[in-house]
């Protein structure tokens, strides 16, 4: 006699948010939500949480690898990240840093090293800190099939040359840089640390989304630091960051608890052990 129960089917893969899909996002009376991951199990789950993208960031200099800035973390490293992250996002559009000074080394350089991170990652863009300076860059980078998120504002890799972590407020300069990054071909650009309305500004005077950290309510979208959502972070936490969890104390609190019952012989129980 055979089974006439069908078979369960897979659930449908979700669609995927491509550059395009997250460009026209601008349209909409949505905003678009960005989050950062560093590894497989972080990227599935804030996947599963539904944000449009996930940025696989040079933060992980100093989140992850305990840094004082983003400069030391490397193009091989943040390709290490980017593979699993790529692995584990299904319907987030997924956009790679690039390292300092990945791309400042002339245009083919730049080609090489961002078709290194769309080569072996999943990933779909990169990101690069610059506007008007970065124009040809970004130009190429497009040009060889490559998209671009652009980066205004404050520029964590320009740490030195800016004097610390500034809000930047020349407004006739953070337009430009906005404007040109667009006219290169950039699809989005993040907008960090620049006077709410100044970013305003710049986010009705362009067609691409603005993504804003530390830029207003009045950007097309906000990214967040995943440890910083998470209350993760051990070190200074900016003003523009909201803690949606205390992680750091729930993690902290289930390892001691581990530690003493261990050492009281409560774990492991019987329930632990095999026969």
């Known amino acids: 006699m055979t089974n006439s129960t069908p078979a369960p089917e897979n659930p449908p893969r979700p669609k995927r948010i491509t550059v395009p899909k997250f460009s026209a996002l601008k349209e909409s009376t949505q905003k678009i939500t960005m989050i950062t991951a560093y590894d497989y199990p972080m990227a599935r ?39 699993m992250v790529g692995r584990a996002v299904n319907r987030a559009l997924v956009v790679v840093d690039m390292p300092f000074p990945s791309y400042h080394l002339g245009t083919h350089k730049a080609i090489e090293n961002a078709g290194r991170i769309l080569k072996e990652t999943r990933c779909q ?7 008007a300076d970065q124009a040809e860059t970004i130009a190429a ?47 989005a650009v993040v907008l960090e640390c620049v006077p709410a309305d100044i970013a305003k500004k710049i986010t009705k005077h362009i067609s691409i989304p603005t993504i804003g950290i530390g830029a ?3 950007c097309d979208g906000q990214v967040l630091v995943l440890h910083d959502v998470l209350g993760l972070n051990c070190d ?22 581990y530690r003493n ?5 409560q774990f492991p129980g019987p329930e632990h052990g095999y026969k």
């Open 141 to 187: 980078l497009v040009s060889a099939g490559i998209p671009v998120m652009a980066h205004c504002g404050l520029r964590p890799q320009s740490v030195h040359q800016l004097g610390g972590y500034r809000v930047q407020r020349d407004e006739n300069a953070l337009l430009n840089d906005a404007r040109t990054a667009e006219q290169a071909g950039a699809f």
């Open 45 to 83: 789950l804030v996947d599963e949480a539904g944000v449009e993208g996930v940025l696989v960031g040079d933060s992980m200099s100093m989140v992850v690898q305990g840094h004082e800035n983003t400069l030391p973390v490397t193009l091989d490293e943040m390709i290490y990240h980017a593979e």
């Open 125 to 131: 863009a990169v990101k690069l800190e610059g506007g």
């Open 261 to 265: 019952e261990v050492r009281d012989g």
């Open 216 to 218: 207003g309510p009045d």
């Open 236 to 257: 200074y936490v900016p003003r523009f960051v909201k803690a949606y969890a205390n992680l750091q104390e729930d993690i902290t609190n289930a390892v001691r608890q």
